[in-house]
């Protein structure tokens, strides 16, 4: 079955850096886009990054220039790259694959992960 297992959160200090990763398996990694999400306590869930089996990249303009998403789909793994992070980037992050990805760059998920935490203090 499928199964999206993320790692890497964990607690640091704004300005920090952290990276994510997401090992996929249980299904066609290259068919589907990937994307992380985050959710902040009393907040929706959000689309943070996404990219398709080419590489392209896109993301949110909040985090823009500060993380990376990238991919290694000989290890059919994901990866977000945090840089600079800030207060507000806390939340839990979700690993998701879809087969669907929108002509502005929205990967739809099919599938998600059980959430790895991020907290920034100041």
């Known amino acids: 079955q499928v199964q999206l297992v993320e790692s890497g959160g964990g607690s640091v200090l704004a300005g920090g850096s952290l990276r994510l990763s997401c090992a996929a398996s249980g299904y066609t990694y290259s068919n589907y886009c990937m994307a992380w999400f985050r959710q902040a306590p009393g907040k929706q869930r959000e689309g943070v990054a996404a990219i398709d089996s080419d590489g392209s990249p896109s993301y949110a303009s909040s985090v823009k220039g500060r993380f990376t998403i990238s991919q290694d789909n000989a290890k059919n793994t994901l990866y977000l790259q945090m840089n600079s992070l800030k207060p507000e980037d806390t939340a839990m992050y979700y690993c998701?694959?879809?087969?669907?990805?929108?002509?502005?760059?929205?990967?739809?998920?099919?599938?998600w992960g059980q959430g790895t935490q991020v907290t920034v203090s100041s």
């Open positions: 998701a694959a879809g087969l669907l990805r929108s002509s502005g760059g929205y990967c739809y998920p099919n599938y």
